[in-house]
């Protein structure tokens, strides 16, 4: 299924997105060795600990990237989400630029109600900045979309992470 804005695209830029959407999983060699930081993650944002809910993330991030062979990005996570008439912003992809390493920025609590974002959601707003990042490092794509496959490599790496065994039926994002 293609999403709406697919009809709007140049005939190249719909050559990049068949590519993208072509690619539905991120197969990590060793996603076992990651899963002992979700615990602490989500701990840290129940806690409410900033730094080391970024400290955490970027190990994660950093497991990821390596395990792929990708190129090292920096992680930030910020308070409260900028937010306007458009909504609010969960996280933000900032590609490497003139020699400057990638960045990903995730903020940590709700821009309306100041609340802690609830930990799926958190880590699925880190992993789906990671898939742009994957897709111009690893997947050497020129532009990144939003497509069906990027959703599914995005929820491939969450289950890896935090199998659907693991997950509690009493829990919701």
């Known amino acids: ?7 709007r695209l140049s005939a190249a830029r719909k050559r990049i997105y ?7 999983r991120i197969d990590l060699p060793d996603a ?14 129940k806690a409410e600990q900033r730094a080391e809910a970024g400290r955490l993330c970027a190990t994660l991030a950093s497991g990821i990237v390596s ?4 190129p090292p990005l920096r992680v930030a996570v910020l308070a409260v989400r900028p937010s306007s008439d458009w909504g609010e912003l969960h996280g933000l992809y900032l590609p490497e630029d003139e020699g ?15 609340r802690v974002v609830a930990f799926k959601s958190f880590l699925r707003t880190l992993l789906h900045e990671l898939c ?3 897709d111009y490092e690893l997947f050497r794509l020129e532009e990144t979309f939003h497509t069906e496959g990027f959703y599914k490599r995005e929820s ?3 289950y890896q992470l ?4 693991a997950e509690s039926p009493s829990r919701t994002d």
């Open 1 to 7: 299924m293609r999403f709406a804005y697919y009809g």
């Open 18 to 24: 068949d590519k993208s959407d072509a690619i539905e």
């Open 32 to 45: 076992a060795a990651l899963r002992p930081l979700m615990a602490p993650l989500e701990a840290a944002l």
């Open 67 to 70: 395990q792929l062979e990708a």
């Open 100 to 114: 400057k390493q990638a960045v990903i920025k995730l903020w940590m609590r709700t821009a309306k109600n100041q």
């Open 132 to 134: 742009h990042h994957l």
């Open 156 to 158: 491939s790496l969450f």
């Open 162 to 165: 935090v199998p659907k065994t």
